[in-house]
């Protein structure tokens, strides 16, 4: 499985994006698919997950209601809504693939080479 992250941009707190994952091949449909982000300095931390049905997501505390992460087994691409954006936000933006629908690193197989969001105050 490939993965191609995009949708990053520079934006002002309170406006939004939508970040997009494409992956390549059918085996994509089995996976689980996760968005984690990293900030200068800081460990790659988790921020949403979807089961490879769509039926189940699991989100981080500090993106609960803001962000919304979906897929499109058709078109083999996952998707992260953010709206409400903050300064906070601001991170290297990777999606991933894995077996379960897990919240760590290490549960993921496949990454995606990163998308830049920035939020500005």
């Known amino acids: 499985v490939q993965l191609q992250a995009s ?12 970040l997009s994952c494409a992956a390549s091949g ?5 996976y689980a698919m996760g968005w984690f982000r990293q900030a200068p300095g800081k460990e790659r931390e988790f921020v949403a997950a979807i089961s490879w049905s769509g039926g189940s997501t699991n989100y981080a505390d500090s993106v609960k209601g803001r962000f919304t992460i979906s897929r499109d087994n058709a078109k083999i691409t996952v998707y992260l809504q953010m709206n409400s954006l903050k300064p906070e936000d601001t991170a290297v933006y990777y999606c991933a693939a894995g077996a379960e629908l897990g919240r760590r690193v290490a549960e993921y197989t496949y990454w995606g080479q990163g998308t830049q969001v920035t939020v500005s105050s």
């Open 7 to 18: 949708g990053g941009g520079l934006v002002q707190a309170g406006d939004s994006l939508r």
């Open 26 to 30: 059918r085996a994509f449909r089995r």
